[in-house]
């Protein structure tokens, strides 16, 4: 029996219904992998062309890295780099590996509050840090006296004030390594009457190992890239990060500033290659039959881990409450009389306001853009069909950010958008490209988190609904959306908090009118304000604070009807 002529059409056009909606995945695909391309790869190039011309752009070859590594001040600041960044390192990885280990293997009280306490720092920018050490052990701080001789303006301070802004990064890792562990090798051992202590080197520490190496590399990455905390408390003590600040806005040398922009670059790549080597390891480690650990109470263990968290947790919030008294007290350490002028004459009087309402913005823009951009993006690479060669292409720029620090980003905007023959030269100086490098710069774990989270969901949503002949649109909003929902609420909030506090990656692409409430705070403590600057970094905490209450009682409540198929 023949088809009839309108089963025909119809087939016809839904075959050709099908190719149509495959392409528009295929374009979306091509505008992800360009985008990427033009606002990271590119920029990183520049640096690259930059770092072997002179400042009239004649090719000069390696002349310009010969000269920096000649000179003994800058050739020092290498070598201070990587001792501040061992050192930093070497304190935080024990002390956030035993804060993990009392929240993951003890059976101690207010487990989440210490939880909740040890993110305190995630909350400011990294030099508010250094604003209070200084308040607390400077020349007229309330306890200089515990240096005895030593200044706190050199590495002793970059150093506690980098332990302070990197022990949530690690504790992070630190956490999620000790509860992959599997509660069965424990079962075991304790069966054969093995010590605690030997079963903690033989099964936890192996267990962790990775967790331990990707956390020492965050730390040290994070140690090496950042400037906040040299510029404020480091004195004359010089670092790479602040090489770059000084040569290109200090002397306006670009061209020396890419030079040292790529010694900046180095360590990054390293650690980025190493921790991808890792991950890739770690997942080949989980067993689909593990079982969870499950810690027993033991009255002195859980006593001691108690002590320690409680230590941590007030050594934490001092930090915090100096710069929030500061930024209350009329003049340290003459008058400490509690007034709001700091708030009032420092900066809504002189107009400094302005920023953290620039921050608000900015903030808000990348979330929205952000959220759309990236988990845009991942789900067209994990989950739409065709364009095989082109998804590692776009896995792989996805990750490169990770590995490109901050500094390196902004400088490379620089060179790149205000170039005047960039047809993207209107970019330059705009909130728009602030935007812009701030997605690009938190791009590889909100992409990653949104990776996972697609993962989880079966292909077969997407087969049936291109069997159905429904479009891959309608299956992200009804189906995929839904589903990921708390994956794209936590992106939401890393970004809006990171777009809150970063300076690393937009200091160098503000203009007057696009000056944020992270640049401002800089500005006032080289300016010698250090109660306006005080006052600018408590709004930030404040800020950010807020949205993460928000984000928890959102969570409750849209995830309550959104993720209620998920209950029993």
């Not at 050199?154 to 990064?169: D, L, Q, R, T, W």
């Not at 929902?485 to 937009?506: C, E, H, K, Q």
């Amino acid at each position: 029996m023949m088809p009839s002529s309108s089963a025909t059409v119809s087939a016809g056009s839904g075959h050709q219904q099908s190719h149509w909606h495959d392409r528009i995945a295929h374009g979306l695909l091509l505008v992800v992998c360009a985008g990427l391309a033009i606002f990271l790869l590119m920029p990183v190039m520049m640096i690259l062309i930059h770092s072997v011309q002179d400042r009239d752009g004649t090719f000069v070859g390696l002349r310009q890295f010969t000269e920096y590594m000649s000179t003994p001040a800058l050739r020092q600041s290498v070598f201070n780099t990587l001792t501040i960044a061992i050192s930093v390192t070497v304190l935080v990885i024990p002390a956030a590996f035993t804060f993990a280990y009392a929240l993951t293997r003890s059976m101690m009280p207010l487990k989440r509050v210490f939880r909740t306490l040890s993110l305190i720092p995630i909350l400011a920018p990294s030099l508010l840090a250094a604003i209070s050490f200084v308040q607390w052990f400077g020349t007229q701080g309330a306890l200089k006296g515990l240096l005895g001789g030593a200044s706190i303006y050199g590495p002793i301070g970059i150093i506690i004030s980098e332990c302070y802004a990197v022990f949530p990064h690690a504790l992070m890792i630190l956490i999620t390594a000790l509860t992959l562990a599997d509660g069965r090798l424990y079962e075991v051992a304790e069966s054969l009457g093995t010590s605690r202590l030997r079963k903690f080197w033989t099964i936890t520490l192996p267990g962790a190992k990775y967790g331990l190496i990707s956390a020492a590399l965050v730390v040290f990455t994070f140690t090496v890239n950042d400037f906040g905390v040299p510029k404020v408390i480091g004195g004359d003590y010089n670092v790479l990060a602040m090489d770059v600040y000084q040569q290109v806005i200090g002397q306006q040398n670009f061209n020396k500033g890419a030079v040292v922009s790529l010694l900046l670059l180095l360590p990054a790549l390293m650690a980025f290659a190493i921790d991808f080597t890792i991950r890739r390891k770690l997942q080949s480690q989980l067993s689909a039959r593990a079982v969870p650990f499950v810690p027993k109470r033991h009255r002195i263990f859980d006593s001691l881990m108690f002590c320690y968290c409680s230590v941590v947790a007030l050594l934490l919030l001092a930090v915090l409450g100096m710069a929030v008294y500061t930024s209350f007290i009329k003049l340290w350490p003459y008058n400490l009389t509690l007034v709001l002028d700091h708030y009032y004459f420092g900066l809504i009087q002189d107009g400094i306001l302005e920023s953290y309402f620039n921050s608000l913005k900015l903030a808000a823009y990348v979330v929205c853009s952000g959220i759309v951009l990236i988990f845009g993006s991942a789900y067209l690479v994990e989950k739409t069909r065709g364009m095989a060669a082109a998804r590692p292409i776009i896995r792989l720029l996805a990750m490169l950010p990770m590995g490109v620090p901050g500094l390196v980003l902004g400088l490379g905007y620089i060179m790149f958008f205000n170039h005047p023959d960039n047809p993207l030269n209107f970019l330059y100086r705009t909130m728009a490209i602030l935007v812009l490098s701030t997605v690009v710069h938190y791009f590889t774990s909100s992409f990653l988190t949104a990776v996972t989270a697609l993962k989880a969901i079966d292909n077969e949503f997407e087969a049936v609904s291109a069997s159905l002949k429904v479009p891959f649109y309608k299956t992200f909003f009804r189906v995929t959306v839904p589903v990921c929902l708390p994956a794209i609420l936590d992106i939401g909030r890393y970004l809006f908090i990171n777009a809150m506090t970063t300076i690393s990656a937009v200091v160098f692409l503000y203009s007057p009118d696009t000056t944020l409430a992270s640049v401002a705070l800089l500005n006032l403590e080289a300016e010698g304000k250090i109660g306006p600057a005080a006052a600018m970094g408590t709004l930030i905490v404040l800020t950010s604070t807020i949205v993460c209450l928000l984000y928890a009682v959102t969570t409750r409540v849209l995830l309550k009807k959104a993720q209620s198929w998920r209950q029993a």
